[in-house]
């Protein structure tokens, strides 16, 4: 099996865990998915919609990134993006501290953490890449 079908599953399997964990939230979570109107979490299908979305967007733009731009503006940008994941992530962490959101569940939690640490690990597998010089063609 080669490098890539392998990091695909991998990928594949980490956006399943990530849709699963989302779309089952305990009752105090599913009436906030209901009050806020967070429709494309609501059920598993919908989750895996858009985290594969969410996630396939970040693999597209950091293909253009590696492909198009030149080196030392791609290490810049694939940085850059890897930091709004940070922050992303951050923002997730401040937000779930609040007692309201700690109420929605550990499966819910832990689904939310997921997709901003998985972002930041693609923009960092690419990053890693380029700095390693293994060809912009092969990434």
């Not at 079908?5 to 991998?10: N, T, Y």
């Not at 979490?41 to 989750?47: D, G, L, S, V, Y």
């Not at 791609?74 to 959101?101: D, E, P, R």
């Amino acid at each position: 099996m080669t490098k890539r079908v392998s990091s695909l599953l991998l990928l594949g399997l980490l956006a399943i865990t990530n849709a699963y964990l989302l779309s089952h939230p305990n009752i105090v979570g599913k009436l906030g998915i209901l009050l806020y109107q967070h429709y494309y979490i609501k059920t598993f299908p919908r989750a895996l919609l858009t985290v594969s979305l969410v996630l396939l967007g970040v693999i597209i733009i950091s293909e253009a990134v590696v492909r198009w731009a030149q080196p030392g503006k791609a290490k810049m940008l694939l940085g850059g993006f890897m930091g709004l994941s940070v922050a992303f992530l951050w923002y997730v962490h401040h937000t779930f501290s609040t007692v309201t959101y700690r109420m929605t569940g550990k499966s819910f939690i832990y689904g939310a953490y997921l997709l901003p640490v998985i972002m930041t690990g693609i923009f960092g597998w690419y990053l890693i890449k380029l700095l390693l010089g293994s060809g912009q063609k092969e990434c």
